[in-house]
């Protein structure tokens, strides 16, 4: 298991689902954890603090916004300003919208784009300098099933999780001999609050029950019928920074019950 002993993780979208996870995870193994997103100002202090006390580390909140390209370098800043340097930074936050592409308002089209492809850009703009200089870094992009093969009525979110995949293999490329690795985990279907939420929409768009959605539309692309857990895209995601993965870059690792296998 990777040792994140006074290392420094910042992982955006962390207030919620697999990044709420991964901060764990991070913290878990010794690293001091910079925690990003949206959510109620109590939940995330009590968050934060549990974070501290569970782990015996440092953490921090950042409430930066991800449409926001000079509060995703303040994010990396804070980190880098509190704990003396960036270290891990894992670009997860995202939002979904499901609708038919002739109907698909402009405006979140622009939003998925933002949040879910061009604030990894801006992260990893920001994070790249310090890591090359101490020559090791670890940046983890939260991809997708979705990055490999599409669904109907997500075409901004298979959009956006694609261009992230190619994100990851530019990066991956250039910081190859900084001892700096860029990968990506595509997850199938995790249950947190992201797919609880389309379930209505999908619900309208496909004129389906709830159960129907869940059977036939979110697990009929999963073989092993079962939700992945975002412990397990966690798990993932700290062994990528364990010197055992030294030698991963530039991939798209799955983690989806066998969905993009067929
Ligand atoms: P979630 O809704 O539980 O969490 C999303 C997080 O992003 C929250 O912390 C939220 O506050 C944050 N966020 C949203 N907009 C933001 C903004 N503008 N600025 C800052 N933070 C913002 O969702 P999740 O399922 O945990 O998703 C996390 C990532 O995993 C996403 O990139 C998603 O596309 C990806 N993913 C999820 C699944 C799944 O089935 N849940 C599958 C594959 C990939």
Redesign the pocket.
Known sequence: MADLKGKTAVV????????LAIARKMAGAGANVVI????EATAIEKERAGIESEFKVKAVYSP????KPAEIAGMVALGEKTFGSVDVLVN?????FVSPVEDFPIEKWDAIIA??LSSAFHGIRAAVPGMKKRKWGRIIN?A??HSLVASPFKAAYVSAKHGIAGLTKTVALELATYKVTCNCIS????W????EKQIPDTMKARNMTKEQVINDVLLEAQPTKEFVT?DQVAALALYLCGDDASQITGANLSMDGGWTAA
């Not at 997860?92 to 979904?96: D, H, L, M, Y």
């Open positions: 955006t979208g962390s207030t919620s689902g697999i990044g990003n997103g949206f959510g930066a916004d991800m449409t997860n936050a995202g939002i979904q949040i879910n939260t997708s099933a997850p199938g279907y995790v947190t609050p992201l797919v975002a």
